[in-house]
């Protein structure tokens, strides 16, 4: 569907340019020798109003070049600096929830063609803990958002719920070694899943930033359905160059790179980077009111995304 869109603003774009050029060019002359050629047939001069009727553009023409320069800038904003996203999902839970609205810096990992998503220009790369959408790999038509979880090179371990790491080993002569990343337990039952209470965590996979997560330890760990790299052991994965392995934060509710496999690189779209909005649904059973329509708003929740 994104692409689709995209397709369409791009087709739209062009076309009412061709048409902005071309009257312009082309069309404004055809009018002025319009113009010209009643004047000299007409056995008094024309009135301003009866010039002004002759060079006025078609309603097409005049529709064109008004939309024109808008969706141009929509183009513009939207392909190659911030996209709006609305979380249709709790897999990101507690860091994102259904019904927030997030804007997605779109130039961070380099400028891409609107439409086949191909960077045009590289500027960074993605970092460890960053929130981040790219297309998922099974369907580039849908837009995932997960949480940067290993960069290529590293290897990424997930057993009893709990993670571990080996950051990759660029030419030095002391490697790092596969360890567990720091998680401190901060309440149960905030959240909840399938009237399962939650436990929340603090993680830390960068050097001083942490984020939230949420396990759910009434259910095991989904083994038989994760993704079997070859060469490594079930629930073992070494991230590809020019891959990223990606998960939710709500780990026990969300489909990631544990069950079928990396992100490439050229799939990226962006970096998440604040939430400009959040409306809640909290429509009670029985409700007639269509469930698309807010209950409420979460002013709370408007701002930056750790």
């Known amino acids: 569907m994104a692409n689709t869109f995209a397709l369409i603003l791009v087709t739209v774009t062009a076309v009412t340019g061709l048409v902005w050029l071309l009257d312009h060019w082309v069309l404004v002359r055809f009018r002025a020798a319009k113009a010209r050629r009643a004047q000299a047939a007409a056995q008094a001069p024309l009135t301003a109003e009866a010039i002004e009727k002759l060079m006025t553009e078609p309603v097409w023409v005049e529709q064109c070049k008004g939309i024109f320069p808008v969706i141009a800038a929509v183009l513009v904003l939207r392909s190659f600096l911030y996209e709006p996203f609305q979380i249709p999902s709790g897999s990101m839970m507690p860091t994102l929830l259904e019904g927030d609205f997030i804007l997605v810096n779109k130039y961070v990992y380099g400028l891409k063609e ?35 979880i290993g960069l290529p090179g590293d290897r990424v371990v997930f057993r009893n719920k709990e993670l571990y790491l080996q950051p990759a080993c660029h030419d030095s002569k002391v490697c790092p070694q596969l360890k567990k990343i720091d998680a401190e337990f901060i309440e149960s039952g905030t959240f909840s899943q399938l009237n399962m209470p939650l436990e929340r965590y603090s ?9 939230e ?63 400009w909005m959040s409306f809640e649904f909290d429509h009670p059973e029985g409700s007639s009111v269509p469930k698309w329509i807010p209950t409420g708003v979460r002013f709370n929740r408007i701002g930056s995304i750790q």
């Open 203 to 211: 993680e830390k996979l960068a050097t001083t930033l942490r984020h």
């Open 114 to 148: 609107p439409v086949t998503n191909r960077t045009l220009i590289e500027t960074s790369h993605p970092q460890r803990g960053d929130v981040v959408v790219f297309k998922y790999p099974e369907n580039p038509r849908v837009d995932y958002i997960k949480r940067i």
């Open 213 to 275: 997560i949420l396990l759910n330890n009434y259910i095991p760990d989904r083994v038989g359905q994760y993704y079997q790299q070859p060469g490594q052991s079930v629930g073992e994965w070494v991230v590809p160059e020019g891959h990223y392995f990606a998960m939710g934060d709500n780990r026990d509710n969300s489909l990631d790179s544990r069950f079928w496999g990396f992100v490439p690189e050229r799939n990226l779209v962006g970096k998440a980077v604040a939430i």
